[in-house]
């Protein structure tokens, strides 16, 4: 299978499997191509019965900047379309990557934001970097935060308003006080650290430890974790004809992003 976005590698002797994000000119900024690549590389790798643990990375300076929202990127102009296209695109495929029947480890490096942030999130096992940092600006941007409210269930209430209500980041030391991550390594021992723990869980049942992770996220789904999904990103949805439409990213170009995000950002600067 040929990619473009994205890279994909398996050892079956292992069975491990890779799916890199591969736009490093880009900073892995998330467009509909790399949508598609990474659900299909998923699914290849969910579906192959030699493979027991899948680890996602990217390639490059930082893990992913979020979503691509470059002039040459195009989205959708009427609400239904917008409804339909982040369905799809996004919700979809998020949920289905926190349900997927295999472990997953996230292995992050230096920036890790907003869609980048909640695609990292969704993984079983989260390895960091050192300088790894997380953030998730929307609400600056005058939406309701990204198509997934994660961070209420891996930072606490209290810690997801004050960064949702700023915009500001986190460490990966701050981020594993809270419990966000698994571990925190230096980065020249990164893909050491993840291949190691890949490792030791593909040494496992595969089969008890699918059901176990099922039953887990069915813990969290009789607390509201899916039902609490789906009524956020309605309300994601409907802020962007609110806020954003008024005082946000409807009022620009995308050509013009990049001079809304720096005078935004400027107030926010010590």
Known sequence: MDFETILYKESPEEGIAWVTMNRPQKRNAINKKMILEMGDAFRRAENNEDIRVIIFNGEGPCFSAGHDLSVEEQYPNTSEERIQWERKYYFDEIMYLRNIRKPLISQVHSYCIAAGLVLA??????????????????????????????????????????????????????????????????????????????????????????????SINNTLDNMGYTNSMKMHFASHLLSHSTEEARYGMGNHKRGDLRKLFDERDKSFQS
């Open 121 to 214: 999130l969704m993984a079983d096992i989260v390895i960091v970097s050192e300088d790894a940092v997380f953030n998730d600006p929307v609400v600056r941007m005058g939406a309701n935060s990204q198509e997934v409210m994660i961070l209420p269930w891996v930072v606490g209430e209290k810690k997801a308003k004050e960064l949702l209500f700023t915009g500001d980041s986190l460490t990966a030391q701050e981020a594993l006080r809270l419990g966000m991550v698994n571990k925190v390594v230096p980065r020249e021992g990164l893909d050491d650290a993840v291949y190691e723990m890949a490792k030791r869980v593909a040494l496992m049942p595969l089969m008890a430890v699918s059901l176990v992770k099922e």
